[in-house]
């Protein structure tokens, strides 16, 4: 009899996966065992896929005292046992199969259904969380500031300069020769690209600040970073240009290389792609270490001041520009920083779990967020997602 009990039991969580759509190879062996003359198969199929009549049903098992119920259910079984025909038995059977059935079936599909609204809440609400939202904003020499967000902007007294929400040009024949400095801002969400009047170009990844010249006159093209930038510099062997992050030079001629120089950051990475660069601390001539083979990375680090050499895959460091990202054994809080960073948001992750596990892949960067995050966990990463308040919220999958 307990055989029988269970087996109802595993049937109806059966028939409650199909229902749910998560029904297995073993789900569908057992479904296709049920005799197909069973008296109201079809009938409990129906009742089952309409919604209301679930709910009602979930409502009345609620109601149940099941402890209760066993108690009576013992005293009714000894004073019936020996009176009751073999007929009458088989008809309580299969009723009391039939309730078994729409409980096992109502209580998981019930189950399932809470678990599935609220995974489809959860990537929902990550899923509206977007890449490339952030407005950049140009602050002019005449402390004007200008959000850019159209397409092309016509801005008084700027003759000379293109401005875009994409892109700055300036002229080098048209701009009046009066020396001045303009700075961009690059939020969270947001990427710039800028050439400036010299034929130098500039990319400026998410969350960076840049102050650079706006005229060809400067006797030194001296630009200001916070943040990340890729750089692709006019030859100019009388004018050597120079990014200055803090303390931290590069002095280049002619060349183009990354500078990763966020604040707050432990490190500043800059790695070159072709040329050569002089990687130093500002008014230190005594520090110093020359960049000329492709792939060669400096980290430059604050606290000491201490500059040391690598080789390293420039594409790691270089794929932001292209619309990459890509991670080698990167550990989970580097993950978490770079992504936060471009689809500004912010994240909640214990320290251990951010330490603990490392990535490895690539991905677009104008993929939903919510696929990004999916395609982490499925390389073995065991972490659950939820979301309050418009933070993401990390963690370990028990």
Same mark, same amino acid.
Do not use: C
């Given at each position: 009899?307990?055989?029988?009990?269970?087996?109802?039991?595993?049937?109806?969580?059966?028939?409650?996966?199909?229902?749910?759509?998560?029904?297995?190879?073993?789900?569908?062996?057992?479904?296709?065992?049920?005799?197909?003359?069973?008296?109201?198969?079809?009938?409990?199929?129906?009742?089952?896929?309409?919604?209301?009549?679930?709910?009602?049903?979930?409502?009345?098992?609620?109601?149940?005292?099941?402890?209760?119920?066993?108690?009576?259910?013992?005293?009714?079984?000894?004073?019936?046992?020996?009176?009751?025909?073999?007929?009458?038995?088989?008809?309580?059977?299969?009723?009391?199969?039939?309730?078994?059935?729409?409980?096992?079936?109502?209580?998981?599909?019930?189950?399932?259904?809470?678990?599935?609204?609220?995974?489809?809440?959860?990537?929902?609400?990550?899923?509206?969380?977007?890449?490339?939202?952030?407005?950049?904003?140009?602050?002019?020499?005449?402390? #004007?500031?200008?959000?850019?967000?159209?397409?092309?902007?016509?801005?008084?007294?700027?003759?000379?300069?293109?401005?875009?929400?994409?892109?700055?040009?300036?002229?080098?024949?048209?701009?009046?020769?009066?020396?001045?400095?303009?700075?961009?801002?690059?939020?969270?969400?947001?990427?710039?690209?800028?050439?400036?009047?010299?034929?130098?170009?500039?990319?400026?990844?998410?969350?960076?600040?840049?102050?650079?010249?706006?005229?060809?006159?400067?006797?030194?093209?001296?630009?200001?970073?916070?943040?990340?930038?890729?750089?692709?510099?006019?030859?100019?062997?009388?004018?050597? $240009?120079?990014?200055?992050?803090?303390?931290?030079?590069?002095?280049?001629?002619?060349?183009?290389?990354?500078?990763?120089?966020?604040?707050?950051?432990?490190?500043?990475?800059?790695?070159?792609?072709?040329?050569?660069?002089?990687?130093?601390?500002?008014?230190?001539?005594?520090?110093?270490?020359?960049?000329?083979?492709?792939?060669?990375?400096?980290?430059?680090?604050?606290?000491?001041?201490?500059?040391?050499?690598?080789?390293?895959?420039?594409?790691?460091?270089?794929?932001?520009?292209?619309?990459?990202?890509? $991670?080698?054994?990167?550990?989970? #809080?580097?993950?978490?920083?770079?992504?936060?960073?471009?689809?500004?948001?912010?994240?909640?992750?214990?320290?251990?779990?951010?330490?603990?596990?490392?990535?490895?892949?690539?991905?677009?960067?104008?993929?939903?967020?919510?696929?990004?995050?999916?395609?982490?966990?499925?390389?073995?990463?065991?972490?659950?997602?939820?979301?309050?308040?418009?933070?993401?919220?990390?963690?370990?999958?028990?």
């Amino acid at each position: 009899m307990m055989k029988k009990i269970v087996d109802v039991i595993k049937l109806g969580e059966s028939v409650g996966r199909r229902l749910s759509d998560n029904e297995t190879e073993t789900d569908k062996r057992r479904i296709s065992d049920w005799d197909e003359t069973a008296s109201g198969k079809e009938e409990v199929l129906e009742k089952l896929s309409d919604p209301d009549y679930i709910q009602e049903k979930t409502l009345y098992y609620k109601s149940f005292d099941i402890a209760g119920a066993w108690k009576r259910a013992k005293v009714r079984k000894l004073a019936q046992q020996k009176n009751m025909h073999s007929k009458m038995r088989k008809l309580v059977w299969g009723a009391a199969a039939a309730v078994t059935v729409l409980l096992s079936v109502t209580v998981y599909f019930f189950q399932q259904d809470d678990i599935v609204k609220e995974n489809v809440e959860v990537h929902q609400a990550i899923a509206n969380i977007l890449p490339g939202r952030g407005v950049p904003v140009l602050y002019l020499d005449d402390d #004007r500031q200008i959000a850019l967000n159209a397409d092309t902007l016509d801005i008084e007294g700027t003759r000379g300069i293109e401005v875009g929400k994409k892109m700055i040009t300036y002229s080098k024949d048209q701009i009046e020769k009066e020396e001045k400095y303009n700075k961009i801002v690059v939020p969270k969400g947001g990427e710039f690209h800028l050439v400036l009047a010299d034929g130098s170009e500039i990319w400026l990844n998410a969350e960076s600040t840049l102050q650079y010249f706006v005229h060809d006159i400067v006797k030194e093209r001296v630009v200001y970073l916070q943040g990340e930038a890729y750089f692709k510099i006019a030859k100019n062997e009388q004018r050597p $240009f120079k990014i200055i992050s803090g303390e931290h030079e590069v002095k280049v001629l002619g060349t183009e290389f990354n500078v990763n120089a966020y604040l707050g950051a432990p490190m500043i990475y800059t790695t070159l792609i072709e040329g050569k660069v002089n990687v130093g601390v500002v008014n230190r001539p005594d520090i110093g270490q020359i960049l000329q083979e492709n792939g060669r990375q400096s980290v430059y680090n604050p606290n000491n001041k201490s500059i040391s050499l690598r080789h390293v895959d420039p594409r790691i460091y270089t794929a932001w520009k292209d619309g990459y990202f890509i $991670f080698r054994y990167s550990t989970l #809080r580097e993950v978490m920083q770079q992504l936060s960073r471009w689809y500004d948001f912010e994240y909640e992750v214990p320290d251990m779990l951010l330490d603990k596990y490392h990535f490895s892949g690539e991905f677009k960067r104008f993929d939903n967020l919510d696929r990004v995050l999916e395609i982490i966990r499925s390389t073995g990463i065991p972490f659950v997602l939820d979301i309050k308040n418009g933070k993401v919220i990390i963690r370990e999958e028990a």
